[in-house]
């Protein structure tokens, strides 16, 4: 079946620092989408991509979709503490209403 | 805050009870979703109702039951539970139909499940 891997696992940066989480699926993608989950909190959708080699920015954030729609990337210039979390792609396979979501990537930024 | 009710937030139960989880949302949208998620693991998809109807289950054991009574409605019956499904459980929706295979997934709070 689809699985969807996140690297790292685990990321603690120094307030300003960049940060980047990779996600890597087995299979080919309709489309990915990226949420962010804070400490004790609920998935929250940040933004979704759906395009072969499709780029987004928000604010800090910059979103990527690989060519091939198997890999993506979220990248964060300058982290803040207010970006603490576990960050997590979820992908969908053509024709399926299904969303699986990655292994997460956690965040902890020190300030 | 989230536009997708969840209740109740906390709730502990032993292994011969039974209860239930409840999800409501006002937003329209016909398709809902429950996952399951462990601590420090990523959301697990459980079940998925598209316009009321079951149409994902993913091999989810038969002590967990959902029901769709309308639209907004989403509950998930408990029922001789074991420790090991003490977990946060996750509603969540969103829009459904060809042209809204994208739509994003709107989450409650959960309900963080203990079985004793």
């Known amino acids: 079946g689809q699985q969807v891997m996140q690297i790292p696992q685990y990321q603690h940066v120094q307030e300003g620092e960049d940060f980047t989480t990779y996600c890597n699926s087995s299979?080919?993608?309709?489309?990915i989408q990226w949420y962010k989950q804070r400490p004790g909190g609920h998935p929250v959708f940040l933004i979704q991509?759906?395009?072969?080699?499709e780029v987004k920015k928000q604010k800090r954030l910059t979103f990527q979709f690989g060519e091939a729609k198997k890999n993506s990337s979220l990248h964060i210039t300058a982290t803040q503490t207010t970006d603490v979390g576990t960050y997590f792609c979820?992908?969908?396979?053509?024709?399926?209403?299904?969303?699986?979501f990655g292994t997460g990537t956690r965040l902890k930024v020190l300030a | 805050d989230t536009e997708v009710t969840q209740t109740p937030k906390h709730l502990v139960m032993g292994m011969t009870n039974k209860k239930s989880l409840k999800c409501e949302q006002h937003?329209?949208?016909?398709?809902m979703y429950w996952y399951k998620q462990k601590a420090k693991k990523p959301p697990e998809l459980m079940f998925v109702?598209?316009?009321?109807?079951?149409?994902i289950n993913e091999s989810v054991p038969s002590r967990f039951s959902p029901e769709c009574p309308n639209s907004s409605l989403l509950n998930l019956h408990l029922h001789a539970l074991q420790p090991e499904d003490s977990a946060l459980y996750l509603c969540?929706?969103?829009?459904?139909?060809?042209?809204?295979?994208?739509?994003?997934?709107?989450f409650g709070n959960g309900t963080r499940l203990t079985v004793t």
């Open positions: 969540a929706s969103s829009q459904e139909g060809s042209l809204f295979l994208n739509s994003p997934l709107h």
């Open positions: 299979t080919t993608l309709s489309n």
């Open positions: 991509l759906v395009k072969s080699g």
């Open positions: 979820a992908g969908r396979g053509s024709g399926t209403y299904k969303y699986i």
């Open positions: 937003m329209g949208h016909r398709a």
């Open positions: 109702y598209s316009y009321e109807k079951l149409s």
